[in-house]
């Protein structure tokens, strides 16, 4: 023990006494007939008041003379009667702490008002715990009379030593054993208001635990504060969880970044290398700050690596991995100089199965349910596995190595992302990877499957949130089911995902995926079964035309086709005659439209497809409308939104009300056009069905003009223009290009109009289709007035600036130079 104390003159007597009499303690014990505790504690000034007779009988061992034992009798006289121990107190801190202000106040609260005596801060390593503590410490201590004492345990590998570490802090010296140190502090304590502190508990969990219980039982005024990466579920143990400091969100203003705590600590460590970022570069320690999740160790080491890095290299670098966090401060321990070194204390503390369990689970990216967790875990789903993965589950969240979000029904489980990685790496060392990841693909694929049978009835809603939620997992298991060159796993996922990219508008990503799918069961050795191979073809086919790539779109779809009808399977083929029909809808071939999608009705009814045979009905009134047949689209629409509404189908109900608004709008009813397009609209948003949405606002834009009300028009396109733009959907981008340039015309603003339409005539050039025919008035009136307006010379030259600025770039409000009347085109 480090700790000493000032020894009083009859322990030094009788130490000096002993000595010279050539007895050991257990020597003088048995011939005094005392126990050699008694005499240790009276050497090391623990025990103050002996009784007479033990003093007698000491003197009598000793062989004292007369003037000897009148001298040391004396000096238990002068000896005082309370001790004032030289107690450990907490350390200095080295720096200002940044932020806690919260957690500050509560937990000052607690220890001094609360009745709480004993709590625990827990939470990763690296997270803060030992800086909160003794910040925690100096603020209360005027609380406690006999003081604060600070007892560090990160060094103390057993239970003996933590014992002595906590004497030492409280003023004592060790006993012999640990049954008499326990009885020598709780007995010193006694009955002061003391606060002790033990940092570090997380090796010696059950000596701090059991230690905890026997002080507090014994020692009334006693209250302890202890900091672990796990819980040490005492008695009457209140729990708090530290957490990272707060990072900005993605797309925060210079000064809401600033004011982060995480930034903050950021710029306050890079301003001590020497490094001042200024408010341009924020963005980046933003991303630094967000990809170490706020924990302050990783921000500590990552801003210590401004003297050889830009601040954008280093958020590069974490994008991809967290072994640039090293190089802490040389005084530091080891455990906290790396990020590594802070992990590897944690995972050495964790059983066999622990860490087994711990690999495993990082092959999950964005968090992970207890079911998902069983499959990638047991070799086989047993009740007894389930009990197993729930009981490891929960050891990992007490260790702070997992994170719980008891949000939802259904609890979700996640890692940091620091943390992940490195248990990742440990996988690699495990030599299990390739086993986990097969069930994890395996577990993906079968969810992805069956999210697909979901989606359409009215489990639809709940089925893409859930999607949503394991986006990233299903992203991960595509990307390694392709990067393996894995056939049919593959074509199985992307095939069965596609409509949730659709519905979601991934539309991009989606055809990615199937294109890849694609690509390799073609070259691949295995055959790759027809009906897989159809429906990617038609799902890579659906999503190209999305995005008005009619051509590749027609090809990928007649190949799904023939293998439909080589298959002999109806249903396929029906679905794929449905889409050929939407791509000659856009192309503005009303009557090869309306045949394939009479043919694909045709083929439900065959069927009995009750919801095949309404959505055939739906595209035949969308047909309709568009080429001004309005009696036949209401009447198709409502058969269809007949059926949605009985079926639950929230995309199909979408789409029926968006038709029937737009039959109401091109038949001059504004009032139920609106009201209509409205329920579209909220429908659409509730669903997070991104092409519904665009739609809806696009007609309320055009009613909205057509009433008049310009200002409302303006912001109704413009947000449908945005989301069109950022789908990838060039027909309609180009319609409401063409509904926009109709507003400035009557706003006035003629050569902004001009350029809205040759912007809109370069995107229908580029993907050859022309504008729907229940639109063509409206344009046609347009250009002329701009044209008499402007004049054809101006006119030619604002259409000229339309068509050569890229759509991404007017969709943002881009005014060309040239045309200062554009500059504020509203």
Known sequence: MSASNEIDDFASLLRRYRLAAGLSQEELAEKAGLSSDAVAALERGRRRAPRPLTVRLLATALNLSDTDFAVFTESLRRSPTVYAPQVQGPPLPSDTMIGRASELAELSSLLSHGGVRLVTLTGLGGVGKTRLAVAVANEVRPQFEAGICWAPLAARPDGPEVTDAVAAAVGLRPASDAGAEVDALAEHIGSRQLLVVLDNCEHVVETCAWLCTVLLQRCPRLTILATSRELLRAPGEVVRQVQPLAVPPSRAEPEEIREADAVRMFLARAAAHGVHPRDDRLLQVSRVCRSVHGIPLAIELAAARVNVLTIEQIADELDSSSRILSGGSRT????????????????????????????????????????????????????????????????????????????????????????????????DDGGRRTIIEQRHLRYYVELAERAERAVGTDQQAATLDHLDLELDNLRVALGRAISRELGAESMRMAAALWRYFYLRGHYSEGRDWLESALRIAQAGPDPVAPAALAGASRGAGYLAFLQCEYDVAAERLEQALALYRRLDDAAGAALTLRHLGSIARERADYDAALQLHVESLHLYQQLGDKSGIAWARHYLGFVSWLRMDLDGARDYSQAALTHFQQAGDGEGITWSQLNLGAVALYAGDFTTAERLLHQSLGRAQRLGYREGVGWSLNQLGVVARRQGRLERAIHLLDESLAEHQELGDRWRSASVLEALASVAQDHENTAYAAFLLGAAAAVRDTIGAPAPLCERPDNEHTIKAVRDALGERAFAHAWGAGQATPLHAVADGYPPDTLSTLDTPW
């Not at 968090?367 to 197993?388: I, K, N, P, S």
């Not at 050891?395 to 994170?403: E, P, W």
């Open 332 to 427: 530091a321990p080891l455990r906290q100089q790396t990020i590594d070194a802070a992990l590897d204390w944690s995972y050495q503390l964790l059983s066999a199965e622990e860490r087994e369990f711990f690999e495993a689970v990082s092959t999950f990216s964005g968090g992970w349910t207890l079911t998902a967790a069983v499959t990638v875990f047991c070799t086989e789903q047993t009740d007894a596995c389930h009990e197993r993965v729930l009981d490891l589950t929960g050891r990992l969240i007490d260790k702070s190595l997992i994170l719980v979000d008891r949000d939802a029904a259904e609890a979700r489980y996640s890692m940091f992302s620091v943390i992940r990685q490195y248990a990742d790496r440990r996988l």
